[in-house]
């Protein structure tokens, strides 16, 4: 009997939460980039207006409010709430008071939270002390919103700059916008569409050159050690 209820005394106990409690200790990103997918596929598919940025702006602050949760940083976390709620003041405003400058502040939330979530995502990572599978999530992740983070700097500039973004004469849509973003991060050097001003063609290099190195560095390093450890493992 001594035995059997030491066992029983050791056994994890079901209880409300308790899966949601692992999960969260475990840093199990796979949900982040889930939601990191469906806002690049938002901003993909919804049209250029107020509503649907409002839209975009709401599904930032709930990535960011998940990455804070799955990384566990929560000493930060009021802070994070703070410009959620920020952010999502700032969204309502845009749907009542339309404009470029409206717009452009928006952008600028936009952003502050993209670079909110890549640094909580990125402490997640790194609190974990290993390589295994949510480290390539989490990594990934990051790359994606480095990609998404550089289209709403771009609508910033277009919706607050005097002029034109683009030297074809046009600020082009949000997905103009997301395609050009991206293919600057793949440095595919299309050409169809380049940044008129000088903020923009500096950006577009900085976002080139942090593509790459990201690529040859973090995800190469990743990706190789993780491969080390599961031939290691056999």
Wanted: charged fraction near 10%; proline fraction near 2%; glycine fraction near 10%.
């Amino acid at each position: 009997m001594g035995a059997a209820e030491a066992r029983s005394d050791t056994t994890p106990r079901w209880r409300p939460g308790a899966r949601v409690e692992r999960l969260r200790a475990s840093h199990s990103f796979g949900f982040v980039f889930g939601l990191v997918v469906l806002l690049f596929l938002l901003a993909a598919a919804l049209p250029d207006a107020s509503w649907a940025r409002s839209v975009i702006v709401l599904t930032e602050c709930g990535l960011l409010g998940t990455a804070v949760w799955t990384s566990g940083v929560w000493h930060d976390r009021k802070a994070a709430l703070a410009l959620i709620a920020l952010a999502a003041a700032a969204a309502v405003v845009q749907l009542v008071f339309r404009g470029n400058d409206p717009s452009g502040i928006v952008a600028i939330f936009e952003v502050a939270l993209l670079v909110a979530t890549v640094v909580v995502i990125a402490v997640g990572v790194v609190d974990q002390g290993e390589i295994n599978a949510q480290s390539i999530f989490g990594a990934v992740s990051i790359y994606v919103l480095l990609g998404m983070l550089f289209v709403f700097v771009y609508s910033a500039a277009a919706a607050l700059g005097s002029g034109p973004f683009f030297a074809q004469g046009t600020d082009g849509t949000l997905s103009t916008r997301l395609y050009f973003s991206y293919v600057t991060l793949a440095t595919l050097g299309y050409g169809d569409y380049t940044a008129a001003g000088n903020f923009g063609r500096t950006v577009s290099v900085i976002e080139a050159m942090t593509g790459q190195l990201y690529l040859v560095t973090v995800i190469a390093l990743l990706v190789g050690r993780l491969g080390v450890q599961r031939a290691d493992a056999q």
